[in-house]
Nanobody, 120 residues
């Protein structure tokens, strides 16, 4: 029904940048919030940044000033521009979206996750 597909991850050195993309596809009627979470080995999955359909955003303190979340509502796509990357940003990054299918209620959807590794 609905798929979220992430792209743009990889291996970079400290101080470098990456841009993650997540495209939602399927029988989408409406998308409320879209967000990025991350999970480091042995740790829980935590919110990194979120954005409402209005464009209002929220960030975890550790990425403020370095990461920027944005979305293209026409393409059902959310982006995460990550600058000045640090080793502690290393994690699997997951896309999340609150989507209504057809004219049904909103549901919580997740991407499969994409690895971001920051290492010298």
């Amino acid at each position: 029904q609905v798929q979220l597909v992430e792209s743009g991850g990889g291996l970079v050195q400290p101080g470098e940048s990456l841009r993650l993309s997540c495209a939602a596809s399927g029988s989408i009627f409406s998308i409320k919030s879209m967000a990025w979470y991350r999970q480091a080995p042995g740790k829980q999955r935590d919110l990194v940044a979120g954005i409402l359909s209005s464009g209002q955003t929220i960030y975890v303190d550790s990425v403020k000033g370095r990461f920027t979340i944005s979305r293209d509502n026409a393409k059902n796509t959310v982006y995460l521009q990550m600058n000045s990357l640090k080793a502690e940003d290393t994690a699997v990054y997951y896309c999340n979206a609150d989507i209504s299918v057809g004219v049904g209620p909103f549901g919580d959807y997740w991407g499969q996750g994409i690895q971001v590794t920051v290492s010298s």
